[in-house]
């Protein structure tokens, strides 16, 4: 990582984004391998230094660092702000979680219901994430951080993720599903 992107200068300029934009939540560094995280249980935004600074040289558009780590925090902050829906949530996550936890990939990705589990767990991910970029977005245009151009290509590139890998395991569905009826 380079130094100027050290530990201590990216939580303040992550707290200082939280301060900003007028919310509390606390803020707790960790070494998760995922950029940045909201907890809805706790309601703490979590980050790892070294992932954000790798993520961040990831992007191919020429964005500045400060601007990709407000944007990120703000969209963190969105998830915070749909923390009630999260929290409604949390019974079928773990549901998920347990069925997934008790088969092999191999289970989950040739059985056409846990397979339908699975993509109903990317849709459930899906939503959430395009509800915290709809907060993030308020939060921004209140606050007036990133311009128009810088945000929306952040959120795209965060909302390419999960829709990528929505999409490769719609294919796989697909398959297994005319897999299915074929052998009907």
């Known amino acids: 990582m380079q130094d100027y992107y050290n530990d201590n200068y ?7 984004t939280i301060l900003a934009v007028g919310m509390t939540n606390e803020l707790k560094q960790d070494e998760s391998g995922i950029n940045m995280t909201y907890n809805f249980i706790s309601n703490c935004v979590g980050f790892d230094a070294e992932r954000l600074v790798e993520a961040w040289q ?5 964005i500045p660092f400060e601007q990709y780590v407000r944007a990120l925090t703000m969209h963190e ?3 915070a702000i749909d923390r009630e829906a999260l929290q409604k949530s949390l019974d079928r996550t773990l549901e998920i979680m347990e069925i997934k936890k008790n088969h092999s990939d191999v289970e989950l990705y040739t059985n056409e219901h846990l397979l339908g589990i699975i993509l109903e767990e990317h849709e459930m991910n899906i939503v959430f994430e395009e509800t915290a970029w709809q907060n993030a ?3 921004n245009e209140a606050v007036q951080m990133i311009d128009e151009v ?3 290509l952040i959120k795209n590139q965060s909302l390419a993720t999960y829709k990528n890998l929505y999409k490769e395991d719609l294919s796989i569905y697909s398959l297994v599903k005319e897999k ?3 052998s009907v």
Do not use: D, P, V
């Not at 990216?10 to 200082?16: D, F, G, P, R």
């Not at 990831?58 to 020429?62: D, L, V």
């Open 10 to 16: 990216l939580y303040n300029l992550i707290a200082s």
């Open 180 to 182: 299915s009826l074929q």
């Open 150 to 152: 810088t945000f929306e």
């Open 58 to 62: 990831e992007i191919e558009a020429a």
């Open 77 to 79: 902050l969105g998830h």
């Open 137 to 139: 977005k308020q939060l």
